[in-house]
């Protein structure tokens, strides 16, 4: 089985604008997580989404949002970028919600500039 | 509010020698426990979760509520162990928020 698939990898942006990034789960899992991993503030949870909807949001603003589809793909939509945005973001996914073991992705390495 | 701390950002034993990373943590009600590795150049990856009481690669956990701990150990720490830990703790049945300690970086020398 393929693992968790995170696009893109690494991308560059500037203040002020908007990026969206991509995690495609391992297959017939339906939970998806995702979390940002910073030097300063360590793994911090964003949000999960299950069955489309989103379950739980973690303590970020509301600049961050995302998405589930059918297919249990998701997609985090970060806008109006700051500096301090610059982070890996992690996709986790699970075969079920509370199932225990979360697999990551490589991440998607942000860079704002 | 859940909390989890690793007090150690860096460890380092020689090979064959006991290797503890401690993990506390805080929180008021019944948590769930885990370890996640990260090896070089590896994703984030499970170790084990309390609720097994397994032992995964030669590590243990044990969960003490009383000092809410939950730290790891090995008897005999190998080069392949050297890697990033992390403890985490999910307070809420069915939901896939983990609370993450910032790790700790273990090097085990030959």
């Known amino acids: 089985k393929a693992g968790v698939t995170q696009t893109p990898r690494y991308l560059i942006k500037t203040r002020g604008q908007q990026v969206t990034l991509s995690c495609s789960p391992i297959s017939g899992h339906r939970s998806v997580s995702w979390y940002q991993q910073t030097p300063g503030q360590g793994l911090q949870f964003l949000f999960e989404y299950f069955s489309e909807t989103q379950r739980n949001k973690g303590n970020f603003p509301g600049r961050f949002s995302g998405r589930q589809f059918s297919n249990s793909r998701s997609e985090m939509n970060v806008s109006t970028l700051e500096l301090g945005d610059s982070a890996l973001y992690l996709c986790?996914?699970?075969?079920?919600?509370?199932?225990?073991?979360?697999?990551f992705g490589e991440g998607s390495r942000l860079t704002v500039l | 509010a859940q909390r989890v701390t690793q007090p150690e950002k860096l460890l380092s034993v020689f090979k064959g020698a006991p290797v503890e990373l401690k993990c506390n943590y805080s929180y008021s009600g019944s948590p769930e426990l885990f370890w996640y590795v990260q090896y070089s150049r590896q994703r984030l990856q499970l170790l084990l979760r309390?609720?097994s009481r397994e032992s995964i690669k030669g590590f243990t956990a044990d969960l003490n509520k009383g000092e809410t701990s939950f730290h790891l150990k090995k008897p005999f720490a190998q080069e392949e162990d050297s890697a990033m830990y992390y403890c985490?703790?999910?307070?809420?049945?069915?939901?896939?928020?983990?609370?993450f300690g910032k790790g700790t970086k273990l090097t085990v020398n030959p």
């Open positions: 985490a703790l999910r307070s809420q049945g069915g939901s896939e928020k983990l609370v």
């Open positions: 986790a996914s699970s075969l079920d919600r509370g199932a225990g073991e979360l697999f």
């Open positions: 309390h609720i």
